[in-house]
């Protein structure tokens, strides 16, 4: 019987290689039953993923359950503003629809309790993903990106088939910033 236990860790160097893949084979699975096909390459691409995990305040986890590597997510963490957000999140295939998503995502908001606000997108046509963050993990959409509104975060940045970059913006509310301790004057 496979165990519950679900547990997050820092991504060995070694390990990316095979975290880029299982994401991308994972965000594979959507993009072919909405689209039919994937364009050419990866989804998301190389050059995005290298983005996201090199970028300033990244932070790359495993999900592990019972210790053997399920999944992953990309977080950015800004530890002065507790404004974080969750970039990249994914189970590996044939992991979905057990709850072990909502597990990884509770396990990362207790690794990260100072967190004020979390930010997170996903493309308009994943209808799976927008009822996880809504329904289940509490998110709010907070904004639509699409041909008359583009994203100012990520401009021209549409590697899907038809290539209309309409996506949601999710925000979830910790705590408010004014319960935050303030530092006593020095």
Known sequence: MVGNLIT????????????KKELQDAFAV?????FGSLPDGPIPSDDVLNNA????NSVVLRILRDDQKIGGAVLTINTETHHNSLDLFFLKVGEQGHGIGLKAWF???RRYPETITWQTHTPYFEKRNIHFYVN?????IIEFFN??????NHPGQDDLPGGDGDAFQFEKIMRCADAIPKAEPA
């Not at 995990?53 to 300033?56: F, M, Q, T, V």
């Not at 289940?136 to 709010?140: I, R």
């Open 30 to 34: 959507a993009v072919v039953d909405e």
């Open 53 to 56: 995990i090199n970028a300033k």
């Open 8 to 19: 997050l860790a820092i991504a060995e160097p070694s390990d990316i290689a095979s975290f």
């Open 136 to 140: 289940k993990c509490g998110f709010k």
């Open 107 to 109: 396990a990362i908001e």
């Open 147 to 152: 041909k008359y509104h583009s994203d100012p």
